[in-house]
C-alpha cells in the first residue's frame, strides 16, 4: 500500500506539473525563462460599461477598445489621422471619400478583415434602433459601400469637416457580431493588440497579446485592468507595485508624492476634456435662465482649481478647450460674485421673505441638489464646496453621490438639477458641441435648446475652412456659455504616472491607450 501511495504521489507530481506547463503555453507569446513576464496593471477608476466600440460612451470603455479594436485611422498625439485598417484614403469629391484596406488583417477569431465588416460597422452605428450614443457625430454618413474585398466608399449628405477625427471608431466582425447579438458587448472580438479573456465585473479586465496582430505582436504578453475607484487607493497601489500604471483622475495631493517617487515617473498633458457643472434645463426651478445665471455666479473657479486640484487642472470658460484648435481665451464667462447671484435670485423672484435666511417664493424655499459619482474624491469635494457657497446665498443646497453608474444613468434620463462630471476625448469642437448642446444631440442631457446655436452646429460640421469653423464655434459656445447649459468649471490636465521598468509608454492627450502595443517592462 505504502508502494503505491509513493507511485500515485509521483504521478500527481508529474500531472501538476504537466498542468502548469500547459497553462503556461496557452496564456499567449511566452517570454525566455530568464527574463520576467511581460505583464502590465493598470488601475482604472471605474469599470466599463460595454466593449462594443459602437456603443462604448465611458472613459474605461474607451481603454479596452484602444487594446481590442483598430479604426480605419487611429489619431496621433497632435490628432492627425494617421493609417490604421486603412493604408490609404482619397476625397473624391466634397461627399466621398474612399479608403483603401490593409490586405491580410486578422480578427480575433481569425476571420480577415474586409470591406463588408467597415460597411456593417458604420451601418448598424447609424441605425436609430442600434441606439449607438454617438450616433449624431455620423449622422452626414448617407451610405457606405464595399467597392470590393480592400475598398469602402462613405457617401455624405453635405461637407463633413470632422470626418476623418471620427473614423478611429472600431471595426467589429460582421460575422461573429450578428451570431453575439448583445452579449459582443461582453465578448467583444476585434483586429487589435489584444484580445480580452476575463473579465470580472468591477473588479478585473483581462487582455492577452493577440500572436497574428497586423502591426506585430506585442512585447507585453498580458494587460490586466484593475477596478479601483478610491484614487488615493489607487495611487498606493502603484507606489506599493501592485500596479504599474495608472492616470488621470487623481487626488492633487496624491501627484508631489508620487513624483518625488525614484521608482516611478509621471507625465502630464493638457487634455482634450473639461470638468463641468450640468445644469437641467427642463427643471421647472432651472428652465429660467436667470436663477442658471445666478448659480454660475456663485462658482468660485479659481478657488476650485488651487485647492481642490492644485493647479493640476485650471479654470475653465467654455466647451473649447486649450489643447483645441478653435479654443479662444476671449469668451466671457460668469465670474464668482456673490453679490451678482443675488440680483439675479431676485429678478427671478428668489427673496428671503420670511427672514430665516433661505430664500423663498411662492412658499416654497430655493432648494437645489447637486450630484456626483463616488469614485472621484475631488469632485465630491467640489460638490461640497459648491452646497457651502449655494447656502452662503440663501439656497437650500443638497449633495447627492453614488457609484458611477447609477450616477450615469440619473444623469441620461434627467433625473438631477445640477450634475459635476467631465468630458474627454474631445478631438473637434464638434465633438464637444454638437451632440452636448444640439436640440436633438444624443448627449443633451440637460434638454438644453437654442435655434441659433442649432444652426451654428450644423454649419461648422459642414464648413471645410478651418477659420471660418473656429468663428463658427467660438459664437456658439459664447451662446451656451452666456445661457448657462453648463458651467465649465475646469480644464483638464491628463496625468499618468507608471513604474520606471515600463519603456514605450506614449502620453496622449486623447487619454488613449493605443501605445500599449509598443510597451515593454525591462
Excluded at 474585398?149 to 453635405?158: A, D, E, I, M, N
Excluded at 469632485?379 to 457609484?403: D, P, S
Aim: with cysteine; proline share 6%.
Amino acid at each position: 500500500m505504502r508502494k503505491n501511495k509513493l507511485v500515485l504521489a509521483t504521478a500527481l507530481v508529474l500531472v501538476l506539473v504537466t498542468m502548469a506547463g500547459c497553462r503556461g503555453s496557452s496564456s499567449g507569446p511566452s517570454a525566455p525563462a530568464s527574463e520576467p513576464r511581460q505583464e502590465l496593471r493598470v488601475g482604472l477608476d471605474v469599470d466599463a460599461g460595454t466593449a462594443d466600440p459602437r456603443l462604448a460612451r465611458d472613459t474605461s470603455a474607451r481603454r479596452v477598445v484602444d487594446l481590442v479594436f483598430n479604426g480605419l485611422v487611429w489619431l496621433d498625439p497632435e490628432l492627425k489621422p494617421q493609417p490604421a485598417l486603412a493604408t490609404s484614403w482619397r476625397q473624391i469629391d466634397p461627399t466621398t471619400w474612399e479608403f483603401t484596406l490593409r490586405e491580410g488583417v486578422k480578427f480575433h477569431d481569425g476571420s480577415e478583415l474586409t470591406a463588408e465588416d467597415v460597411k456593417y460597422t458604420y451601418d448598424t452605428l447609424l441605425d436609430p434602433a442600434f441606439k449607438a450614443p454617438y450616433r449624431s457625430l455620423y449622422a452626414p454618413i448617407k451610405e457606405v459601400i464595399a467597392l470590393d474585398k480592400y475598398h469602402v466608399r462613405f457617401v455624405l449628405s453635405q461637407p463633413y469637416a470632422p470626418l476623418l477625427s471620427y473614423l478611429d471608431m472600431g471595426i467589429v466582425p460582421r460575422a461573429a457580431a450578428q451570431a453575439a447579438g448583445d452579449s459582443f458587448g461582453t465578448k467583444p472580438i476585434g483586429t487589435g493588440p489584444f484580445k480580452l479573456v476575463k473579465w470580472e465585473k468591477n473588479n478585473r479586465i483581462e487582455f492577452e497579446a493577440f500572436p497574428d496582430y497586423w502591426g506585430g505582436v506585442p512585447k507585453l504578453e498580458k494587460v490586466t485592468f484593475l477596478i479601483i475607484p478610491d484614487n488615493t487607493v489607487r495611487a498606493a497601489a502603484l507606489e506599493a507595485g501592485d500596479v504599474d500604471l495608472i492616470h488621470s483622475p487623481l487626488s492633487a495631493q496624491d501627484i508631489p508624492r508620487l513624483q518625488a517617487n525614484p521608482k516611478l515617473k509621471v507625465e502630464k498633458t493638457n487634455a482634450l476634456g473639461f470638468t463641468y457643472v450640468s445644469f437641467n434645463c427642463a427643471d421647472p426651478i432651472l428652465k429660467d435662465v436667470r436663477v442658471r445665471r445666478a448659480l454660475a455666479h456663485l462658482i468660485d473657479k479659481k478657488t476650485i482649481s488651487s485647492t481642490i486640484y492644485q493647479g493640476m487642472d485650471t479654470p475653465g470658460k467654455s466647451p473649447l478647450v486649450p489643447a483645441m484648435w478653435a479654443y479662444s481665451d476671449e469668451i466671457k464667462d460668469p465670474e464668482y460674485d456673490p453679490a451678482r447671484a443675488r440680483e439675479f435670485l431676485a429678478q427671478a423672484g428668489w427673496k428671503d421673505t420670511d427672514g430665516d435666511g433661505v430664500l423663498d417664493r411662492g412658499g416654497k424655499k430655493l432648494t437645489i441638489s447637486l450630484k456626483t459619482h463616488s469614485e472621484d474624491p475631488n469632485r465630491i469635494q467640489v460638490v461640497e464646496f459648491l452646497q457651502n457657497e449655494f447656502r452662503k446665498a440663501g439656497i437650500e443646497a443638497t449633495v447627492e453621490t453614488t457609484e458611477w453608474p447609477t450616477f450615469r444613468d440619473a444623469v441620461q434620463k434627467g433625473d438631477y438639477q445640477l450634475a459635476v462630471l467631465g468630458w474627454l476625448a474631445l478631438v473637434d469642437p464638434d465633438r464637444a458641441m454638437y451632440n452636448q448642446f444640439h436640440s436633438r444631440g444624443a448627449s443633451n442631457d440637460g434638454k438644453y435648446s437654442n435655434p441659433r446655436v442649432d444652426e451654428l452646429l450644423e454649419k461648422g460640421r459642414a464648413t471645410t475652412d478651418i477659420e471660418e469653423r473656429k468663428k463658427i464655434y467660438r459664437e456658439a459656445a459664447q451662446i451656451v456659455v452666456d445661457e448657462v447649459a453648463y458651467a465649465v468649471i475646469l480644464y483638464q490636465g491628463y496625468v499618468v504616472a507608471y513604474n520606471q521598468k515600463v519603456s514605450g509608454f506614449q502620453i496622449h492627450p486623447n487619454a488613449s491607450f493605443a501605445s500599449l502595443a509598443r510597451v515593454t517592462i525591462k
